[in-house]
């Protein structure tokens, strides 16, 4: 079975610095990966996503993302946090072939930043 | 475009109540999914339905039912409410695989189960 880790569950960052958020997986088959987002009593909103192509994927809100499959990792990265970015965040695995989509979430990390 | 609708958002249960949480989708997919969410856990599949007509269990589908009403609608019935199912639930649709992929989620609803 697929699985998510996300190193820490709670992230403190200076408005300015650089942002990185961890996550590593486990898959059987060739890895669709995703993180979302979570503001404070909202839903999910998609932040980047890597199907197939280019490992290095750039996302809303000058996020990005790299896929490493030696390293079974696909950390979150962002240059210069700014306050708007506190909030939750998700990274995520997908199942299934064809038609569903079976999401595995790793536990989330929860993003502060100190002005 | 409204995309994922949930209701109610907000719902007070006593233990052995029922309820049905609704959620439709205005996107025209044909996948769609409800979750649970629990703090430190991540969010959880419970059942979902890949296209109309077919529901499968997800990782935590005990003490839930749910129906694919027909391709907007996706509803999740709690027959006999526990204080473990306290929790926020969130519905999803989603592009298929190849097509997109990617999963749009509901605002969610708080249910709490005295």
């Known amino acids: 079975a697929q699985s998510v880790t996300q190193l820490g569950s709670h992230v403190s960052v200076s408005e300015g610095a650089l942002v990185l958020l961890r996550c590593n997986y486990s898959?059987?088959?060739?890895?669709?990966l995703f993180w979302y987002v979570q503001y404070p009593n909202q839903g999910l909103q998609l932040l980047l996503k890597?199907?197939?192509?280019?490992?290095l994927v750039k996302g809303i809100n000058g996020f990005e993302a790299e896929f490493k499959k030696s390293e079974t990792s696909f950390h979150l990265t962002k240059p210069s946090a700014h306050m708007s970015d506190a909030a939750e965040y998700f990274c995520?695995?997908?199942?299934?072939?064809?038609?569903?989509?079976?999401?595995?979430f790793g536990q989330g990390t929860r993003l502060t930043i100190n002005p | 475009n409204a995309g994922v609708t949930q209701t109610p958002k907000f719902q007070v249960l006593k233990t052995g109540q029922s309820m049905t949480l609704q959620c439709a989708q205005d996107?025209?997919?044909?996948?769609m999914y409800w979750y649970r969410q629990d703090p430190g856990m991540g969010l959880r599949l419970i059942y979902y339905?890949?296209?109309?007509?077919?529901?499968d269990k997800g990782e935590v589908p005990n003490g839930y039912n749910v129906s694919r009403l027909n391709k907007r609608e996706f509803s999740l019935r709690l027959e006999s409410a526990a204080p473990s199912q306290t929790s926020v639930y969130f519905c999803?649709?989603?592009?298929?695989?190849?097509?997109?992929?990617?999963?749009?989620f509901g605002p969610g609803t708080r249910l709490l189960v005295l």
């Open positions: 890597y199907t197939t192509g280019a490992t």
């Open positions: 995520a695995v997908s199942e299934g072939w064809g038609g569903a989509q079976k999401l595995v």
């Open positions: 898959s059987s088959v060739p890895p669709y």
């Open positions: 999803a649709s989603s592009e298929p695989r190849g097509k997109g992929e990617t999963q749009y």
């Open positions: 996107m025209n997919h044909n996948s």
């Open positions: 339905s890949a296209s109309e007509g077919t529901t």
